[in-house]
């Protein structure tokens, strides 16, 4: 065999030098080797790793999926609710109500609102949410001005403190009035938003809705207007004659005849 120079200072020339030195029985062999359990071992190795890269994608997902049921799971529970009290009216054509409903795990109550009639104010649909107060039960609800307007007479609790609470909600105009030693909801169409309604304006608020118009005091008689004295059985009086008698003609003045 011819061998070919090269250089023995380079690796590469080194090996190419050690296989120009193997006999042709051993270069076969060398070939059957790769060709055969070898190279079978080194595609079940790729293969492995494939597999193995795509079950780890698989898991990693399934946890991904797994965390995200528990999240929802566990905000879903601590967001449910429990309905205290709820109303609705209907006519041929529209629809509208409310429902009062108590969180079941916080100290916090909803007010929903409804109506599905374009006669009705844009904020007669909207989600009321009111932190750190917990609605007990309704003791009044009245629908007042032909079923325009809801009256709720309730017992919240804040801070273990029972306070009550009254509220009077417009459907039709948007207005909400409330009062209640508590902090109520509000909406912005309220008149004078940032103060609270006293239980005298309220009531007289409410006895505008219901119709009602509280009786006047009778007037106080004045200092300078005193009652007539009662005339004694024994002084008849005409009205042609003056209770007070005039007085005699002294003897001086009398006509001489």
Do not use: C
């Not at 566990?74 to 509208?96: H, L, P, V």
């Amino acid at each position: 065999m011819t061998e070919n120079p090269v250089d023995l200072a380079n690796p590469v020339g080194e090996a190419v030098s050690a296989l120009n030195r193997l006999t042709d029985s051993q270069l076969e062999e060398v070939g059957r080797l790769l060709s055969g359990p070898t190279l079978a071992r080194l595609n079940s190795k790729s293969l492995g790793s494939k597999m193995g890269n795509a079950l780890h994608k698989l898991i990693s997902l399934g946890v991904l999926v797994g965390l995200l049921v528990v999240v929802g799971f566990i905000w879903a529970y601590f967001n449910s609710t429990k309905n205290i009290a709820s109303g609705e009216r209907k006519t041929s054509a529209a629809d509208w109500g409310y429902s009062l409903d108590q969180y079941r795990f916080r100290d916090r109550m909803r007010l929903n609102l409804w109506s599905d009639s374009s006669l009705f104010s844009s904020s007669s649909n909207a989600t009321l949410d009111l932190s750190n107060v917990s609605v007990n039960r309704i003791t009044e609800e009245r629908w007042l001005a032909d079923s325009r307007a809801v009256y709720l007479n309730m017992l919240v609790t804040v801070d273990d403190k029972e306070l009550p609470a009254k509220v009077i909600y417009d459907f039709q105009r948007g207005e909400m009035h409330t009062t209640s030693p508590a902090d109520l909801w509000r909406v912005p169409t309220e008149p004078n938003t940032s103060v609270k309604m006293t239980d005298e304006e309220f009531q007289a608020m409410l006895n505008r809705y219901t119709g009602q118009t509280p009786a006047a005091p009778s007037p106080m008689p004045s200092a300078s207007v005193m009652p007539s004295p009662v005339a004694s059985p024994s002084v008849a009086t005409s009205p042609s004659v003056s209770a007070t008698a005039s007085p005699s003609p002294s003897p001086e003045n009398q006509p001489q005849k």
